[in-house]
């Protein structure tokens, strides 16, 4: 069989890493992919957003799945536009995708399904935000543009008036574009986050284990958002008692209620959670794999991934065994290029993954890399590399990631010192 991953970041080094292990997988391609993805798989230079050239490569290459990585061709309709080219492809459509294209949607999803989410309202306007804010009782806010914002979208304020400067963000300056024409007001939580994500055709899950990212740039949480800069899996912060809560309670009703709005969706449920003090509550869905979530939780899946998306296409899911698990944890650091989340140059060399390459239990995914004429590998993003390692305790994964990030180097590289403490200190 022949696979065609779809984007260029480390989720999908890991997605093509773990499709090439399959048995039933005789060669797997990635669009556009990086210097990572060249070395597992075939790199193919198309862009994850021209659609014609990715349908025509899939016919005439004959791929027999696609995988879709990121949630910009999911939501601009790349599933819409493989299925009426009759190809089979793994992820929802633009309808179901608006799950996480857009945050009134997910509201009004997780409200019909009776899921636990943050007390919220739907604005057009400054003016009327404005006045919701003054008049409220409230201290705290969470102020989100409806639309797609690279991540950027969602202002945490710590009072009225930075909630006022959040809405003129949004409004007047138009910081996030025609994403923040509608944006909504929700009540601040507290507590630890976790990613919970299922894999589903629309009828059965398979909730994969709970995981957890580290959103904030520097150690400590301090900093400014980023695409995450660490992850670890499985996070005991969701017991098994919780994950079944979690089941139960958000992940089948949100599937349920979708079907019931004919919007059924098939690929990856990911609810991102806030563990407060009176029980887990939905922050947002993504319509996807988590980027770095992802690479910890395929380090850890046996079960042949290959088999489970299929299924997923073919409405199948319930015919399969339940997911085959390492039981060691795995430990993500990101590292990253200086001025991340910011601006960032490209084009450093990389030192040192032909050493690190040969370390039992640690991959390295290569996320913003590409390589040069003469075969060098360069910088090209802001995230570029995930370390995972695999260990018998989280402590000796994390060790071991650490271990492998430290022979690894280029102008201005850094990454957190500090991903899995939250897991470590717990369970001390
Ligand atoms: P989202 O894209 O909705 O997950 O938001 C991004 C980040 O904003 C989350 O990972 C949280 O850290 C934070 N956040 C979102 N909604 C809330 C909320 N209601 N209360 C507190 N923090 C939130
Ligand atoms: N790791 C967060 C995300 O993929 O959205």
Redesign the pocket.
């Known amino acids: 069989m022949k696979v065609l991953v779809v984007g260029s970041g480390g989720r999908e080094h890991a997605l093509a890493w773990k499709l090439s292990q399959s048995s039933l997988v005789d060669k797997v391609y990635v669009a556009p992919g990086n210097a990572g993805t060249q070395l597992d798989a075939e790199n193919v230079p198309i862009s994850e957003l021209d659609f014609p050239k990715l349908i025509d490569f899939a016919k005439t290459q004959r791929i027999d799945l696609t995988v879709v990585g990121p949630e910009g061709p999911l939501s601009r309709g790349i599933v819409d536009a493989f299925e009426e080219n009759g190809l089979r492809i793994f992820g929802p459509n633009a309808k179901s995708a608006q799950l996480e294209a857009s945050?009134i949607f997910c509201k009004k999803t997780l409200t019909k399904a009776l899921a636990p989410t943050?007390r919220y309202q739907v604005f057009q306007g400054a003016e009327e935000a404005y006045d919701y804010i003054r008049s409220s009782d409230e201290g705290r806010f969470?102020v989100?543009a409806d639309g797609l914002a690279a991540?950027k979208g969602?202002i945490?304020c710590h009072n009225k008036l930075e909630a006022e400067d959040a809405v003129r963000v949004i409004c007047e300056e138009r910081a996030f574009g025609s994403a923040g024409d509608r944006f909504i007001i929700?009540?601040?939580?507290d507590g630890q986050?976790a990613s919970v994500l299922a894999i589903t055709d629309g009828h059965t899950i398979m909730t994969l284990q709970p995981a957890q990212d580290h959103?904030a740039a520097y150690d400590g949480d301090k900093g400014p958002?980023t695409g995450g800069m660490g992850a670890y899996c499985p996070a005991s912060l969701v017991d098994s008692r919780k994950l079944q809560w979690i089941e139960e309670n958000v992940l089948l009703p949100t599937v349920y209620t979708l079907n019931r709005m004919e919007t059924p969706f098939k690929g990856v449920l990911y609810a991102?959670l806030?563990m407060t003090p009176t029980g887990p509550q939905v922050?947002?869905y993504n319509a996807r794999f988590g980027d770095p979530e992802c690479q910890p939780l395929l380090s850890r899946l046996r079960s042949d991934l290959f088999t489970v998306m299929q299924a997923t296409v073919d409405e199948e899911l319930d015919k399969l065994e339940p997911l085959d698990w390492d039981p060691r944890p795995a430990v993500c650091v990101v590292m990253a290029s200086e001025g991340y989340p910011g601006s960032y140059a490209k084009g450093h060399e990389i030192f040192g993954l032909d050493e690190v390459a040969k370390t039992p239990d640690v991959k390295v995914f290569h996320a913003g890399t590409t390589i040069d004429a003469s075969g060098v590998v360069r910088t090209n993003g802001g995230r570029v590399l995930d370390v995972v390692a695999l260990g018998d305790t989280v402590a000796q994964a994390k060790a071991k990631a650490y271990e492998a990030v430290k022979k690894i180097s280029w102008n201005g590289s850094w990454y957190r010192t500090d991903v899995a403490d939250k897991e470590i200190n717990a369970n001390r």
Do not use: Q
């Not at 929700?186 to 939580?189: D, P, R, S, T, Y």
């Open positions: 945050k943050a969470v989100k991540g969602v945490v929700e009540e601040c939580l986050e959103k958002n991102g806030m922050l947002e």
